[in-house]
Protein backbone atom coordinates (compact mmCIF):
# COMPACT_ATOMS: atom_id res chain seq x y z
CA UNK A 1 0.00 0.00 0.00
CA UNK A 2 1.27 3.17 -0.86
CA UNK A 3 0.39 6.29 1.31
CA UNK A 4 -1.60 9.35 -0.32
CA UNK A 5 -3.27 6.80 -2.93
CA UNK A 6 -6.97 6.09 -3.82
CA UNK A 7 -8.69 3.77 -5.74
CA UNK A 8 -12.57 3.99 -6.86
CA UNK A 9 -14.67 1.20 -7.28
CA UNK A 10 -17.82 2.90 -9.28
CA UNK A 11 -21.34 0.99 -9.23
CA UNK A 12 -24.90 1.81 -10.52
CA UNK A 13 -25.67 4.43 -13.59
CA UNK A 14 -24.11 6.97 -15.87
CA UNK A 15 -24.89 10.18 -13.29
CA UNK A 16 -22.83 7.88 -10.65
CA UNK A 17 -20.02 7.11 -13.17
CA UNK A 18 -19.62 10.94 -13.64
CA UNK A 19 -19.83 11.68 -9.69
CA UNK A 20 -16.92 9.41 -9.17
CA UNK A 21 -14.78 11.04 -12.12
CA UNK A 22 -15.51 14.63 -10.16
CA UNK A 23 -14.10 12.65 -6.90
CA UNK A 24 -11.27 11.25 -8.77
CA UNK A 25 -10.45 15.21 -9.65
CA UNK A 26 -11.25 16.52 -6.11
CA UNK A 27 -8.87 13.81 -4.68
CA UNK A 28 -6.31 14.48 -7.57
CA UNK A 29 -6.37 18.36 -6.59
CA UNK A 30 -5.51 17.04 -3.26
CA UNK A 31 -2.28 15.68 -4.08
CA UNK A 32 -3.73 12.11 -3.98
CA UNK A 33 -2.55 9.36 -6.97
CA UNK A 34 -4.68 7.04 -8.82
CA UNK A 35 -3.72 3.43 -7.56
CA UNK A 36 -4.85 0.06 -9.62
CA UNK A 37 -6.01 -2.00 -7.42
CA UNK A 38 -7.69 -1.82 -3.53
CA UNK A 39 -4.78 -3.00 -2.10
CA UNK A 40 -2.29 -0.83 -3.03
CA UNK A 41 -4.49 2.29 -2.12
CA UNK A 42 -4.20 4.17 1.42
CA UNK A 43 -7.55 5.10 0.63
CA UNK A 44 -10.40 3.02 -1.27
CA UNK A 45 -13.68 4.39 -2.12
CA UNK A 46 -17.11 2.58 -3.00
CA UNK A 47 -19.63 4.82 -5.02
CA UNK A 48 -22.45 3.12 -4.42
CA UNK A 49 -25.80 3.21 -6.03
CA UNK A 50 -28.98 2.81 -3.96
CA UNK A 51 -31.42 2.86 -5.69
CA UNK A 52 -33.23 -0.86 -5.76
CA UNK A 53 -32.67 -3.51 -4.22
CA UNK A 54 -30.29 -5.69 -6.25
CA UNK A 55 -28.46 -2.68 -7.10
CA UNK A 56 -28.37 -2.20 -3.46
CA UNK A 57 -27.62 -5.57 -2.83
CA UNK A 58 -24.22 -5.22 -5.18
CA UNK A 59 -23.21 -1.99 -3.15
CA UNK A 60 -23.34 -3.76 0.24
CA UNK A 61 -21.14 -7.03 -1.01
CA UNK A 62 -18.82 -4.54 -2.72
CA UNK A 63 -18.35 -2.62 0.64
CA UNK A 64 -18.47 -6.25 2.85
CA UNK A 65 -15.49 -7.41 0.03
CA UNK A 66 -13.33 -4.84 0.73
CA UNK A 67 -13.92 -4.25 4.32
CA UNK A 68 -13.10 -7.81 4.58
CA UNK A 69 -9.66 -7.20 2.63
CA UNK A 70 -8.99 -3.77 4.44
CA UNK A 71 -5.02 -3.46 6.00
CA UNK A 72 -4.16 -2.16 9.29
CA UNK A 73 -3.44 1.42 7.24
CA UNK A 74 -5.87 1.08 4.40
CA UNK A 75 -9.32 3.68 5.00
CA UNK A 76 -12.50 2.76 3.27
CA UNK A 77 -14.99 5.31 2.32
CA UNK A 78 -18.50 4.71 1.07
CA UNK A 79 -19.92 7.50 -0.88
CA UNK A 80 -22.80 7.60 -3.36
CA UNK A 81 -26.16 6.91 -3.13
CA UNK A 82 -26.72 4.43 -0.64
CA UNK A 83 -24.76 6.05 1.80
CA UNK A 84 -27.22 9.26 1.19
CA UNK A 85 -30.01 7.00 1.82
CA UNK A 86 -28.89 4.79 4.46
CA UNK A 87 -25.89 6.38 6.35
CA UNK A 88 -26.52 5.12 9.99
CA UNK A 89 -27.46 1.53 8.70
CA UNK A 90 -24.34 1.11 7.00
CA UNK A 91 -21.94 2.43 9.94
CA UNK A 92 -23.72 -0.15 11.99
CA UNK A 93 -23.54 -2.92 9.63
CA UNK A 94 -20.27 -2.59 8.57
CA UNK A 95 -18.00 -0.96 11.46
CA UNK A 96 -15.51 -1.32 8.85
CA UNK A 97 -16.20 1.51 7.22
CA UNK A 98 -13.93 4.84 8.18
CA UNK A 99 -15.85 6.94 6.64
CA UNK A 100 -19.05 7.85 4.35
CA UNK A 101 -20.33 11.09 2.04
CA UNK A 102 -23.78 11.69 0.32
CA UNK A 103 -24.57 12.43 -3.00
CA UNK A 104 -25.35 15.88 -2.41
CA UNK A 105 -21.80 17.71 -1.59
CA UNK A 106 -19.15 15.61 -3.21
CA UNK A 107 -16.47 18.57 -2.13
CA UNK A 108 -16.78 16.97 1.45
CA UNK A 109 -14.07 13.83 0.17
CA UNK A 110 -11.19 16.54 0.89
CA UNK A 111 -12.17 17.21 4.53
CA UNK A 112 -12.96 13.88 5.41
CA UNK A 113 -9.49 12.10 3.61
CA UNK A 114 -7.73 14.99 5.90
CA UNK A 115 -9.39 14.16 8.60
CA UNK A 116 -8.38 10.45 7.90
CA UNK A 117 -4.98 11.12 7.18
CA UNK A 118 -4.31 12.44 10.86
CA UNK A 119 -5.44 16.42 9.93
CA UNK A 120 -8.19 17.03 12.35
CA UNK A 121 -11.67 15.57 13.15
CA UNK A 122 -13.75 13.46 10.81
CA UNK A 123 -16.49 15.92 10.86
CA UNK A 124 -19.86 14.17 11.08
CA UNK A 125 -22.45 13.43 8.37
CA UNK A 126 -23.25 16.78 6.92
CA UNK A 127 -26.65 17.00 5.63
CA UNK A 128 -27.42 19.32 2.64
CA UNK A 129 -31.27 20.60 1.29
CA UNK A 130 -30.26 20.31 -2.08
CA UNK A 131 -27.23 19.51 -4.27
CA UNK A 132 -24.54 21.61 -4.43
CA UNK A 133 -21.78 20.71 -8.00
CA UNK A 134 -18.40 21.29 -6.88
CA UNK A 135 -16.80 24.29 -8.37
CA UNK A 136 -14.72 23.66 -11.39
CA UNK A 137 -15.05 19.76 -11.71
CA UNK A 138 -15.71 18.58 -15.02
CA UNK A 139 -18.72 16.23 -14.86
CA UNK A 140 -17.77 13.99 -17.66
CA UNK A 141 -16.65 11.04 -18.14
CA UNK A 142 -15.13 9.00 -21.60
CA UNK A 143 -14.82 5.81 -22.72
CA UNK A 144 -12.87 5.52 -26.38
CA UNK A 145 -15.00 7.92 -28.13
CA UNK A 146 -17.97 8.29 -26.11
CA UNK A 147 -18.82 10.27 -23.41
CA UNK A 148 -21.15 11.07 -20.59
CA UNK A 149 -21.70 14.87 -19.45
CA UNK A 150 -24.19 16.16 -16.49
CA UNK A 151 -26.23 18.61 -17.19
CA UNK A 152 -28.31 18.33 -14.03
CA UNK A 153 -29.26 15.79 -11.04
CA UNK A 154 -31.75 15.53 -8.94
CA UNK A 155 -35.41 15.55 -9.45
CA UNK A 156 -38.49 17.74 -8.66
CA UNK A 157 -40.90 15.40 -9.23
CA UNK A 158 -42.63 12.47 -6.96
CA UNK A 159 -43.32 9.17 -9.03
CA UNK A 160 -44.74 7.21 -6.62
CA UNK A 161 -42.21 3.75 -7.30
CA UNK A 162 -39.13 6.46 -7.24
CA UNK A 163 -36.48 7.01 -4.58
CA UNK A 164 -34.55 9.50 -6.17
CA UNK A 165 -35.70 12.51 -5.10
CA UNK A 166 -35.50 11.61 -1.60
CA UNK A 167 -31.88 10.72 -2.45
CA UNK A 168 -30.43 13.21 -4.49
CA UNK A 169 -33.19 16.12 -3.27
CA UNK A 170 -35.06 18.35 -5.95
CA UNK A 171 -33.80 19.40 -9.42
CA UNK A 172 -30.81 21.31 -9.71
CA UNK A 173 -29.72 22.20 -13.41
CA UNK A 174 -25.75 22.93 -13.98
CA UNK A 175 -25.04 26.38 -15.02
CA UNK A 176 -24.34 26.66 -18.76
CA UNK A 177 -21.47 27.99 -18.86
CA UNK A 178 -20.26 24.87 -16.91
CA UNK A 179 -21.38 22.39 -19.39
CA UNK A 180 -20.14 24.33 -22.38
CA UNK A 181 -16.69 24.26 -20.57
CA UNK A 182 -17.10 20.17 -20.16
CA UNK A 183 -18.30 19.74 -23.62
CA UNK A 184 -15.05 21.88 -24.85
CA UNK A 185 -13.01 19.56 -22.64
CA UNK A 186 -14.48 16.36 -24.38
CA UNK A 187 -14.60 17.93 -28.23
CA UNK A 188 -10.55 18.60 -27.43
CA UNK A 189 -10.44 14.78 -26.40
CA UNK A 190 -11.35 14.32 -29.42
CA UNK A 191 -15.16 12.40 -28.41
CA UNK A 192 -17.38 11.38 -31.41
CA UNK A 193 -20.24 11.05 -28.75
CA UNK A 194 -21.12 13.27 -25.77
CA UNK A 195 -24.25 11.56 -24.11
CA UNK A 196 -26.38 14.31 -21.97
CA UNK A 197 -27.78 13.00 -18.82
CA UNK A 198 -29.33 13.64 -15.97
CA UNK A 199 -32.85 12.28 -14.00
CA UNK A 200 -34.64 14.21 -16.78
CA UNK A 201 -33.26 15.97 -19.19
CA UNK A 202 -36.00 17.45 -20.46
CA UNK A 203 -36.81 19.46 -17.24
CA UNK A 204 -33.43 21.47 -18.08
CA UNK A 205 -34.07 24.75 -16.45
CA UNK A 206 -36.73 24.39 -15.00
CA UNK A 207 -35.50 24.99 -11.34
CA UNK A 208 -34.64 28.41 -12.92
CA UNK A 209 -38.18 28.93 -14.10
CA UNK A 210 -36.49 28.65 -17.96
CA UNK A 211 -39.06 28.02 -20.38
CA UNK A 212 -38.37 25.08 -23.10
CA UNK A 213 -34.41 25.42 -21.09
CA UNK A 214 -33.02 21.90 -22.69
CA UNK A 215 -33.40 23.41 -26.31
CA UNK A 216 -32.42 26.74 -25.46
CA UNK A 217 -29.38 25.42 -23.96
CA UNK A 218 -29.07 22.90 -27.00
CA UNK A 219 -29.17 26.19 -29.16
CA UNK A 220 -26.38 27.58 -27.45
CA UNK A 221 -24.13 23.58 -27.38
CA UNK A 222 -24.54 22.64 -30.59
CA UNK A 223 -22.56 25.53 -32.22
CA UNK A 224 -19.28 25.45 -29.65
CA UNK A 225 -18.75 21.38 -30.70
CA UNK A 226 -18.96 21.28 -34.28
CA UNK A 227 -15.92 18.35 -34.57
CA UNK A 228 -18.64 15.87 -32.32
CA UNK A 229 -20.91 14.05 -34.87
CA UNK A 230 -22.94 12.70 -31.75
CA UNK A 231 -24.82 14.57 -29.50
CA UNK A 232 -27.60 11.89 -27.61
CA UNK A 233 -30.17 12.97 -25.14
CA UNK A 234 -30.87 10.00 -22.44
CA UNK A 235 -33.81 10.18 -20.11
CA UNK A 236 -36.49 12.45 -21.43
CA UNK A 237 -39.81 12.64 -19.84
CA UNK A 238 -43.15 11.91 -21.15
CA UNK A 239 -45.12 14.94 -22.57
CA UNK A 240 -42.26 17.38 -21.95
CA UNK A 241 -40.56 17.19 -25.67
CA UNK A 242 -40.97 20.56 -27.21
CA UNK A 243 -42.45 21.44 -30.93
CA UNK A 244 -39.02 23.53 -30.76
CA UNK A 245 -36.96 20.15 -29.74
CA UNK A 246 -38.51 17.82 -32.15
CA UNK A 247 -37.92 20.62 -34.98
CA UNK A 248 -34.27 20.61 -33.56
CA UNK A 249 -33.71 17.48 -33.75
CA UNK A 250 -35.31 16.72 -36.71
CA UNK A 251 -32.95 19.18 -38.63
CA UNK A 252 -29.72 19.37 -36.30
CA UNK A 253 -27.36 16.48 -38.00
CA UNK A 254 -25.08 16.13 -34.51
CA UNK A 255 -28.17 15.77 -32.45
CA UNK A 256 -29.10 12.22 -32.78
CA UNK A 257 -32.59 11.17 -34.14
CA UNK A 258 -32.83 9.11 -30.99
CA UNK A 259 -35.50 9.23 -28.36
CA UNK A 260 -35.26 7.80 -24.71
CA UNK A 261 -38.35 7.85 -22.82
CA UNK A 262 -39.32 5.79 -19.94
CA UNK A 263 -42.63 5.56 -19.80
CA UNK A 264 -43.30 2.96 -17.13
CA UNK A 265 -46.21 1.74 -18.35
CA UNK A 266 -49.67 2.57 -20.66
CA UNK A 267 -52.72 2.19 -18.31
CA UNK A 268 -53.95 5.42 -17.04
CA UNK A 269 -55.41 3.70 -13.85
CA UNK A 270 -51.34 2.55 -13.27
CA UNK A 271 -49.60 5.36 -14.56
CA UNK A 272 -51.98 7.85 -12.10
CA UNK A 273 -51.74 5.55 -9.09
CA UNK A 274 -47.50 5.97 -9.97
CA UNK A 275 -48.24 9.85 -10.11
CA UNK A 276 -47.00 10.08 -13.49
CA UNK A 277 -48.70 11.58 -16.46
CA UNK A 278 -51.69 9.54 -17.77
CA UNK A 279 -52.42 11.05 -21.04
CA UNK A 280 -51.28 7.64 -22.99
CA UNK A 281 -52.90 9.65 -25.92
CA UNK A 282 -50.37 12.57 -26.12
CA UNK A 283 -47.90 10.17 -25.41
CA UNK A 284 -49.00 8.23 -28.81
CA UNK A 285 -49.11 11.64 -30.38
CA UNK A 286 -45.56 13.02 -29.93
CA UNK A 287 -44.11 9.95 -31.08
CA UNK A 288 -46.24 9.59 -34.17
CA UNK A 289 -45.37 13.25 -34.82
CA UNK A 290 -41.72 12.71 -34.38
CA UNK A 291 -41.79 9.52 -36.17
CA UNK A 292 -43.24 11.33 -39.38
CA UNK A 293 -40.74 14.79 -38.68
CA UNK A 294 -37.73 12.33 -37.99
CA UNK A 295 -37.84 9.27 -40.57
CA UNK A 296 -34.72 7.27 -38.78
CA UNK A 297 -36.14 8.08 -34.96
CA UNK A 298 -35.15 5.31 -33.05
CA UNK A 299 -37.33 5.23 -29.87
CA UNK A 300 -36.23 3.29 -26.33
CA UNK A 301 -38.48 2.97 -23.55
CA UNK A 302 -38.83 1.66 -19.92
CA UNK A 303 -41.62 0.06 -18.63
CA UNK A 304 -42.53 -1.41 -14.62
CA UNK A 305 -44.82 -4.38 -14.23
CA UNK A 306 -45.88 -5.67 -11.29
CA UNK A 307 -46.89 -2.12 -9.71
CA UNK A 308 -49.69 -2.72 -7.16
CA UNK A 309 -52.95 -1.47 -8.97
CA UNK A 310 -51.68 -3.59 -11.91
CA UNK A 311 -54.17 -5.76 -12.65
CA UNK A 312 -54.33 -8.69 -15.30
CA UNK A 313 -56.27 -6.47 -18.16
CA UNK A 314 -54.00 -3.67 -17.47
CA UNK A 315 -51.35 -5.38 -17.75
CA UNK A 316 -53.05 -6.57 -21.57
CA UNK A 317 -53.67 -3.17 -21.87
CA UNK A 318 -49.62 -2.27 -21.78
CA UNK A 319 -48.87 -5.30 -23.89
CA UNK A 320 -50.98 -3.98 -26.72
CA UNK A 321 -49.89 -0.55 -26.47
CA UNK A 322 -45.94 -1.96 -27.01
CA UNK A 323 -47.33 -4.07 -29.90
CA UNK A 324 -48.53 -0.70 -31.35
CA UNK A 325 -46.07 1.53 -30.69
CA UNK A 326 -43.60 -0.73 -31.63
CA UNK A 327 -40.54 0.63 -29.52
CA UNK A 328 -36.86 0.01 -31.13
CA UNK A 329 -35.57 -1.18 -28.17
CA UNK A 330 -37.20 -1.43 -24.52
CA UNK A 331 -35.95 -2.42 -20.69
CA UNK A 332 -38.99 -3.82 -18.61
CA UNK A 333 -38.09 -3.98 -14.48
CA UNK A 334 -40.87 -6.16 -12.54
CA UNK A 335 -41.53 -3.61 -9.33
CA UNK A 336 -39.99 -3.72 -6.60
CA UNK A 337 -41.35 -1.94 -3.13
CA UNK A 338 -38.93 1.24 -2.12
CA UNK A 339 -39.21 2.52 1.06
CA UNK A 340 -40.00 6.11 2.02
CA UNK A 341 -41.44 5.88 -1.63
CA UNK A 342 -44.93 6.88 -1.92
CA UNK A 343 -45.99 3.39 -3.28
CA UNK A 344 -44.89 1.96 -0.26
CA UNK A 345 -47.89 2.06 1.21
CA UNK A 346 -49.66 0.16 -1.45
CA UNK A 347 -47.26 -2.80 -0.75
CA UNK A 348 -46.57 -5.68 -2.62
CA UNK A 349 -49.60 -7.75 -3.93
CA UNK A 350 -47.99 -9.17 -7.30
CA UNK A 351 -46.25 -12.40 -6.81
CA UNK A 352 -42.73 -11.98 -8.54
CA UNK A 353 -43.49 -14.93 -10.14
CA UNK A 354 -46.80 -13.07 -12.00
CA UNK A 355 -44.23 -10.28 -11.95
CA UNK A 356 -41.61 -12.36 -14.21
CA UNK A 357 -43.89 -13.62 -16.55
CA UNK A 358 -45.67 -10.63 -17.56
CA UNK A 359 -41.74 -8.98 -18.03
CA UNK A 360 -41.20 -12.55 -20.20
CA UNK A 361 -43.93 -11.74 -22.20
CA UNK A 362 -43.11 -8.15 -22.59
CA UNK A 363 -39.79 -9.07 -23.65
CA UNK A 364 -40.69 -12.21 -25.95
CA UNK A 365 -42.97 -9.26 -27.83
CA UNK A 366 -40.08 -7.10 -27.91
CA UNK A 367 -37.78 -9.38 -29.47
CA UNK A 368 -40.52 -10.20 -31.80
CA UNK A 369 -41.19 -6.57 -33.14
CA UNK A 370 -37.38 -5.49 -33.01
CA UNK A 371 -36.55 -8.24 -35.16
CA UNK A 372 -39.44 -7.66 -38.01
CA UNK A 373 -37.97 -3.52 -37.55
CA UNK A 374 -34.84 -4.14 -37.88
CA UNK A 375 -35.25 -6.24 -41.49
CA UNK A 376 -35.84 -3.21 -43.14
CA UNK A 377 -31.56 -2.01 -42.15
CA UNK A 378 -30.08 -4.92 -44.38
CA UNK A 379 -28.48 -3.28 -47.32
CA UNK A 380 -28.34 -0.24 -45.67
CA UNK A 381 -24.33 1.62 -43.85
CA UNK A 382 -24.61 2.70 -41.13
CA UNK A 383 -21.59 4.82 -39.04
CA UNK A 384 -20.30 2.99 -36.39
CA UNK A 385 -18.45 4.13 -32.60
CA UNK A 386 -15.89 1.24 -33.12
CA UNK A 387 -15.54 -0.25 -29.17
CA UNK A 388 -13.67 -2.69 -29.37
CA UNK A 389 -11.65 -4.33 -32.06
CA UNK A 390 -10.38 -8.24 -32.52
CA UNK A 391 -7.34 -7.56 -34.62
CA UNK A 392 -6.79 -11.64 -35.36
CA UNK A 393 -9.95 -12.13 -36.39
CA UNK A 394 -10.86 -8.81 -38.18
CA UNK A 395 -13.76 -8.32 -36.26
CA UNK A 396 -14.87 -5.07 -34.71
CA UNK A 397 -18.04 -4.72 -32.40
CA UNK A 398 -19.20 -0.89 -31.27
CA UNK A 399 -22.50 0.95 -31.74
CA UNK A 400 -24.82 2.65 -34.31
CA UNK A 401 -26.82 5.74 -33.56
CA UNK A 402 -29.47 3.55 -32.99
CA UNK A 403 -27.93 2.47 -29.77
CA UNK A 404 -27.15 4.08 -26.45
CA UNK A 405 -23.81 2.64 -24.49
CA UNK A 406 -24.67 -0.05 -21.95
CA UNK A 407 -28.46 -0.28 -22.17
CA UNK A 408 -29.04 -0.74 -26.13
CA UNK A 409 -27.28 -3.14 -29.00
CA UNK A 410 -24.01 -3.66 -30.49
CA UNK A 411 -22.87 -4.22 -33.74
CA UNK A 412 -20.99 -6.99 -34.98
CA UNK A 413 -18.72 -6.32 -38.14
CA UNK A 414 -16.34 -7.72 -40.16
CA UNK A 415 -13.15 -5.46 -40.64
CA UNK A 416 -10.72 -3.23 -38.97
CA UNK A 417 -10.85 -0.13 -37.24
CA UNK A 418 -9.70 2.08 -34.01
CA UNK A 419 -11.31 2.09 -31.14
CA UNK A 420 -13.05 5.28 -30.79
CA UNK A 421 -13.44 5.53 -34.41
CA UNK A 422 -16.63 6.32 -36.75
CA UNK A 423 -16.77 3.73 -39.61
CA UNK A 424 -19.14 2.71 -41.90
CA UNK A 425 -20.42 -0.75 -41.63
CA UNK A 426 -22.50 -2.34 -44.70
CA UNK A 427 -25.37 -4.09 -42.43
CA UNK A 428 -25.89 -7.77 -43.79
CA UNK A 429 -27.94 -9.33 -40.89
CA UNK A 430 -30.23 -8.23 -37.97
CA UNK A 431 -30.48 -9.78 -34.51
CA UNK A 432 -33.40 -9.00 -32.25
CA UNK A 433 -31.06 -6.74 -30.71
CA UNK A 434 -27.35 -6.80 -32.62
CA UNK A 435 -26.60 -5.89 -36.33
CA UNK A 436 -24.22 -7.47 -37.98
CA UNK A 437 -22.00 -6.57 -41.01
CA UNK A 438 -19.41 -5.92 -42.87
CA UNK A 439 -16.72 -2.50 -43.02
CA UNK A 440 -17.94 -0.27 -45.66
S1 LIG B 1 -38.84 11.50 -13.07
FE1 LIG B 1 -39.77 10.08 -11.62
S2 LIG B 1 -38.68 8.16 -12.01
FE2 LIG B 1 -37.43 9.80 -12.86
S3 LIG B 1 -36.00 10.37 -11.21
FE3 LIG B 1 -37.80 11.73 -11.10
S4 LIG B 1 -39.15 10.79 -9.58
FE4 LIG B 1 -37.67 9.22 -10.28
Not at 53 to 63: F, G, M, V, W, Y
Not at 353 to 380: F, H, N, Y
Not at 396 to 416: F, H, M, Q
Request: hydrophobic share 40%.
Amino acid sequence: MKKNTFHLISLGCAKNLVDSNVLAQLLEAEGLTYADSPDQAEFVLVNTCGFIHDARQESLDTIREVAGLKKSRQKLIVTGCLSERWRENLLIAHPGIDGLIGTRRLEDIVPLVRALAGQGKVSPYLDYPALQYAAGASYTTIQGGSSYLKIADGCHRSCAFCAIPGIKGSLVSRPVEDILRDALFLQEAGVNEINLIAQDVTAYGADRNEQDGLFVFLQKLLPEIPEVPWLRLLYTYPGMISDNLIDLMANSKQLLPYLDIPLQHASPEVLRSMRRPSDVDSVRRTIQTMRSRIPDLVVRTTLIVGFPTETEERFQQLYRFVEEMQFDNMGVFTYSPEVGTFAESLGDPISQEVKEIRREKLMELQSRLALEKKQALIGKTLDILVEGVDKEQEVLIGRSYRDAPEIDGLVVANGLASVGDLTPVTIEGVGPYDLFGSKA
